[in-house]
């Protein structure tokens, strides 16, 4: 039987291995930055023509399929999550970082079906570690099994987060509310490498006990979201419910103790929604 998933994940693999190589020739040359939804928030001809190659690259192959990607979302296609099949797609997941040579940068490819991220692959080209999960058979950093840590104390964990592409003073005022609750718990640090998917990866890794964030896309959490819940890990939402990808907020722990602890310290706010009409 021809099996749907495992050609999804190879073609997957393969055209974030292509892409990775397109955003390592350009790292050092694509200069010409401009800004979406603010003046933060930015975007490269490298982002779009990635974005490009990857769609193309998946209609050949799998013609039927639906598609949300960064680039064609700020050109203004639609982001709605269907029951289809759907690749979702952050071309370069880091753009700041890629602007700035800061040396984290991925390619996030969800793929899902009735709504559920069914494969997730998140390549981190600068460091070439290639994160893959596919639903029910573990998360692996190129081959090698991934396992969230057993830490359930806050005291002695490590939590990235990032401060997002709003400066809303209202949202800034409550992102920092936030840091300075889970600052002063205290916990052994907090960290943040500029990109959600490899923020994931690094909870998947188990290098940090839990990742949160208001204001990431659906692009930027799908096939990270997949790699921490593989790898053993929970997601919720800022405010403990389920966590909803297109909500815009997120927090992926290693386990329950420590996202619900995260949660209780988190001032919440509700960007708008990536399936807004
Ligand atoms: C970015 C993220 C970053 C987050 C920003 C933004 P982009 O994605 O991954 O960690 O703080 O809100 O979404 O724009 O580089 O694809």
């Known amino acids: 039987m021809v099996d749907i998933l495992q050609n999804v994940m190879d073609h997957a693999v393969a055209v974030a291995r292509k892409a990775g190589e397109v955003v390592r020739d350009a790292v050092r040359d694509d200069r010409k930055v401009m800004t979406k ?43 709605i999550l269907t ?18 040579t800061f040396p984290f940068v991925a390619i996030s490819i969800g793929f899902s079906i009735n709504k559920r991220v069914e494969v997730g692959v998140v390549y981190s080209c600068l460091e070439d570690k290639m994160f893959t999960a596919r ?11 991934l396992q969230v840590s057993d830490q359930t104390d806050i005291h002695q964990s490590i939590i990235a987060t990032e401060f997002g592409s709003s ?42 006990e839990a990742y949160y964030e208001i204001g990431i896309h659906v ?33 992926a722990a290693n386990n329950r103790t420590i996202a619900e602890i995260i949660v209780k310290e988190i001032t919440p706010f509700g960007p708008i929604r990536d399936d807004a009409p």
């Open 37 to 79: 939804s603010s003046a933060v928030d930015l975007v490269t001809q490298t982002d779009q023509k990635v974005e490009q190659l990857i769609i193309q690259s998946v209609k050949e192959k799998f013609p039927e399929h639906r598609f949300i990607g960064e680039e064609s979302v700020a050109a203004g296609e639609p982001c």
């Open 167 to 208: 400066r809303d003073p209202e949202a800034v005022d409550k992102i920092f509310c936030s840091l300075r609750n889970i600052l002063n718990l205290p916990v052994h640090g907090v960290r943040g490498a500029g990109t959600a998917a490899i923020n994931m990866c690094l909870v998947a890794s188990g290098c940090v």
């Open 219 to 251: 692009w930027d959490v799908a096939a990270g979201s997949l790699v921490v819940l593989e790898a053993g890990g929970v997601l919720m939402d800022v405010e403990g419910a389920d966590v909803d990808l297109m909500s815009r907020r997120i927090v």
């Open 83 to 100: 029951d289809d099949p759907t690749w979702i797609i952050d071309p370069i997941d880091g753009t700041t970082n890629f602007v700035h």
């Open 135 to 145: 639903r029910g058979k573990g998360a692996f950093c190129n081959g090698e099994p």
